[in-house]
T-cell receptor, first 112, second 110 residues
Framework: DGGITQSPKYLFRKEGQNVTLSCEQN?????MYWYRQDPGQGLRLIYY???????QKGDIAEGYSVSREKKESFPLTVTSAQKNPTAFYLC???????????FGSGTRLTVV | GQQLNQSPQSMFIQEGEDVSMNCTSSSIFNTWLWYKQDPGEGPVLLIA?????ELTSNGRLTAQFGITRKDSFLNISASIPSDVGIYFC??????????FGQGTTLQVKP
């Protein structure tokens, strides 16, 4: 079955360490997105990519980095420059302009 | 970044009651979507609307694409405990990117 997979589901890191969140899709979607969600808050766009080897900053890109070397994969690195990294991170993909997103099940990152 | 105005922010209702929530925007969208997010999971698409004035149902859910293309509403009839979660509206722009509302948190008392 096609879908979008985020791993791991829960991630713990010490302050000052970089951490990479995985997002893989086998839906053959061109576009992929990363969102951050804080408790009781909406979805805030971090980065997005509409084609391989190209990506754009979203609304809250500071302290994050991404790569898009393969169509199926869009990993997100949370760097030590991100001041409040503890959050729920959601990855999504989309087939095009008239279709909605398919979301992964999320990764909850806790930095201590 | 741009966000949609979604209301109400939260609702606490009795099982069996009907629920209504809406979204408004200053921009026109060609597609409106409604998602539901269960606790600790990613949002799942409930209903997609593609034409102004369109009224679409999915079981107990009914959604409408406003005639001005700047608003949409979602109704849930005869709510049940598993309706609990966060409901997001989203408008899709010309690049395919979704602009999300802030979400409506629904709690249902059995």
């Amino acid at each position: 079955d096609g879908g979008i997979t985020q791993s791991p589901k829960y991630l713990f890191r010490k302050e000052g360490q970089n951490v990479t969140l995985s997002c893989e899709q086998n839906l053959n979607h061109d576009a992929m997105y990363w969102y951050r969600q804080d408790p009781g808050q909406g979805l805030r766009l971090i980065y997005y990519s509409q084609i391989v080897n190209d990506f754009q900053k979203g609304d809250i890109a500071e302290g994050y980095s991404v790569s898009r070397e393969k169509k199926e994969s869009f990993p997100l690195t949370v760097t030590s420059a991100q001041k409040n990294p503890t959050a729920f991170y959601l990855c999504a993909s989309s087939a095009g302009q008239v279709y909605g997103y398919t979301f992964g099940s999320g990764t909850r990152l806790t930095v201590v | 970044g741009q966000q949609l105005n979604q209301s109400p922010q939260s609702m606490f209702i009795q099982e069996g009651e009907d629920v209504s929530m809406n979204c408004t925007s200053s921009s026109i969208f060609n597609t409106w979507l409604w998602y539901k997010q269960d606790p600790g999971e990613g949002p799942v698409l409930l209903i997609a609307l593609y034409k102004a004035g369109e009224l679409t149902s999915n079981g107990r859910l009914t959604a409408q694409f406003g005639i001005t293309r700047k608003d949409s509403f979602l109704n849930i009839s005869a709510s049940i405990p598993s309706d609990v979660g966060i409901y997001f509206c989203a408008g899709q722009d010309n690049t395919g990117k979704l602009i999300f509302g802030q979400g409506t948190t629904l709690q249902v008392k059995p």
